[in-house]
């Protein structure tokens, strides 16, 4: 039996990996994926980081702006968990799936596509964009067009002189639309339900996200305040284009929904000048015909639905009683949802990779602690001895 079993070989998972074997713990990695950060290589090639690489670093290998760029791409990024887990040594077990964690005789055991893994402690880091979600409209058997998840993107050739109906507008929504857009759609549509917030990575010649960290040290009341004055400055009032006001303040949407805001990269300049239309909710589809929430009706040759993703967890734990309503971890890092179980990378907040790193390092530091309040095999001998003799 092992000390610890890291589940998922992203930049979570590494992280906690790096820090348990600082702290003299034999931690393995199980990945599904045959390399390290699956889910970044599955994106699209154009996705850069919305933090500066310096904001992203994680605990024990800095990522440079000579190596990685100020704001990685994708494949930079790739590059850096790469040589990240290369600097550490991390023991990872590719083409290896988690499907279920149980305690047992007070351990743990894993089980997986392999076989099965027993630890003193787990770590579960296969992060909450884990699975791709696509609601279930009515009516969307018999949709006659091409309807893909966002997470299926790769450029925007294939939709060159279409008409496109981007569904949710944001992170990855309004970037896909913006991007088809400027590659030669015929037309682009985004349907929007709760308008986003937007933001830019850089503002004023700083990254946005400096002062989004300090935002999130406030209280929600002045932070969503500052915000407000923050988004009219960068991105004006965009109310007669279709994008009014959000009713969430950016920093609660973040904080209580989980919501990021809008990284603007050319989308709102493309809304402005008329490249991207502004429609309403999907409400659900007839035929070739899209349904709208305000009784309108659109007939797209492609759906995009940027409808985001869910976690995952249901299988892997959701026996063990440690997942809220929405299936995501009721307890993070540091404090365990059970005994020798933890959750890293499931907290949103800015600069989200560097605090999933510093998640890594406090849940480490428990993990190490609980191991040395434990007593050594030695002194149990010696105790059960006594208890004979006496």
Same mark, same amino acid.
């Given at each position: 039996?092992?000390?610890?079993v890291?589940?998922?070989? @992203?930049a979570?998972?590494?992280s906690?990996?790096?820090c348990?074997?600082?702290?003299?713990?034999? /931690?393995?990695?199980?990945?599904?994926?045959?390399?390290?950060?699956a889910s970044?290589?599955?994106?699209?090639?154009a996705?850069?980081?919305?933090?500066?690489?310096?904001?992203?670093?994680?605990?024990?290998f800095?990522?440079s702006?000579?190596?990685?760029g100020?704001?990685?791409?994708?494949?930079?990024?790739?590059r850096?968990?790469?040589?990240?887990?290369?600097?550490?040594?991390?023991?990872?077990?590719?083409?290896?799936?988690?499907?279920?964690?149980?305690?047992?005789? @007070?351990?743990?055991?894993?089980?997986?596509? /392999?076989?099965?893994?027993?630890?003193?402690?787990?770590?579960?880091?296969?992060?909450?964009?884990?699975d791709?979600h696509?609601p279930?409209?009515?009516g969307?058997?018999?949709f006659?067009?091409?309807?893909i998840?966002?997470?299926a993107?790769?450029?925007?050739? &294939?939709?060159?002189?279409?008409?496109?109906?981007?569904?949710?507008?944001?992170?990855?929504?309004?970037?896909?639309?913006?991007l088809?857009?400027?590659?030669?759609?015929?037309?682009? !549509?985004?349907?929007v339900?709760? +308008?986003?917030?937007?933001?830019r990575?850089?503002?004023?010649?700083?990254?946005?996200q400096? +002062?989004?960290?300090?935002?999130?040290?406030? &209280?929600?009341?002045?932070?969503? !305040?500052?915000?407000?004055?923050?988004?009219?400055?960068? *991105?004006?009032n965009?109310?007669?284009?279709?994008?009014p006001? &959000?009713r969430?303040?950016?920093?609660?949407?973040?904080?209580?929904?989980?919501?990021?805001?809008?990284?603007?990269?050319g989308?709102?300049?493309s809304?402005?000048?008329g490249?991207?239309?502004?429609?309403?909710?999907?409400?659900?589809?007839?035929?070739?015909?899209?349904?709208?929430?305000?009784?309108?009706?659109?007939q797209?040759?492609?759906?995009? /639905? =940027?409808t985001?993703?869910?976690?995952?967890?249901? =299988?892997m734990?959701?026996h063990?009683?440690?997942?809220?309503?929405?299936?995501a971890?009721? *307890?993070?890092a540091?404090?365990?949802?059970?005994?020798?179980?933890?959750f890293?990378?499931?907290i949103?907040?800015?600069?989200?990779l560097?605090? @999933?790193?510093?998640?890594g390092?406090?849940?480490a530091? =428990?993990i190490?602690?609980e191991?040395?309040?434990?007593?050594? +095999?030695?002194?149990?001998?010696?105790?059960?001895?006594?208890g004979?003799?006496?």
């Open positions: 039996m092992g000390d610890v890291v589940c998922g070989a @992203g979570a998972g590494l906690a990996a790096a348990l074997r600082r702290a003299g713990l034999d /931690a393995v990695i199980l990945e599904r994926s045959d390399r390290v950060g970044w290589r599955s994106r699209y090639p996705l850069r980081l919305n933090t500066p690489g310096w904001m992203s670093t994680m605990p024990g800095r990522a702006v000579r190596r990685y100020e704001f990685p791409s994708r494949d930079d990024w790739i850096y968990l790469e040589d990240y887990s290369s600097h550490h040594r991390l023991e990872v077990r590719f083409d290896t799936e988690v499907r279920r964690v149980d305690r047992a005789d @007070g351990a743990w055991r894993v089980e997986t596509s /392999a076989d099965a893994v027993e630890a003193d402690a787990v770590v579960v880091a296969i992060g909450f964009d884990h791709p696509m279930d409209w009515p969307l058997e018999g006659g067009g091409e309807l998840h966002a997470s993107y790769r450029d925007p050739e &294939p939709y060159r002189g279409k008409d496109v109906l981007v569904v949710g507008p944001g992170v990855t929504g309004s970037e896909v639309a913006h088809i857009a400027a590659g030669g759609a015929a037309r682009v !549509r985004v349907a339900r709760t +308008p986003p917030h937007i933001v990575r850089k503002w004023l010649g700083a990254p946005i400096v +002062p989004g960290a300090v935002l999130h040290h406030l &209280p929600l009341r002045v932070a969503d !305040r500052l915000g407000f004055l923050t988004e009219r400055m960068i *991105a004006g965009l109310s007669r284009y279709g994008l006001r &959000p969430v303040g950016l920093a609660t949407a973040l904080a209580e929904r989980h919501q990021s805001p809008l990284f603007d990269d989308f709102v300049d809304v402005k000048t490249r991207i239309e502004i429609v309403a909710a999907v409400e659900g589809f007839d035929g070739d015909e899209v349904l709208l929430a305000d009784g309108s009706r659109v797209p040759d492609a759906v995009i /639905a =940027a985001g993703y869910r976690p995952g967890l249901e =299988a734990v959701g063990l009683g440690v997942l809220d309503d929405v299936g971890p009721r *307890a993070f540091a404090q365990a949802a059970a005994p020798g179980l933890r890293v990378g499931y949103h907040r800015p600069a989200q560097r605090y @999933g790193g510093r998640e390092a406090r849940a530091k =428990a190490a602690a191991r040395d309040a434990r007593p050594s +095999p030695a002194a149990s001998r010696g105790r059960e001895a006594l004979s003799a006496a």
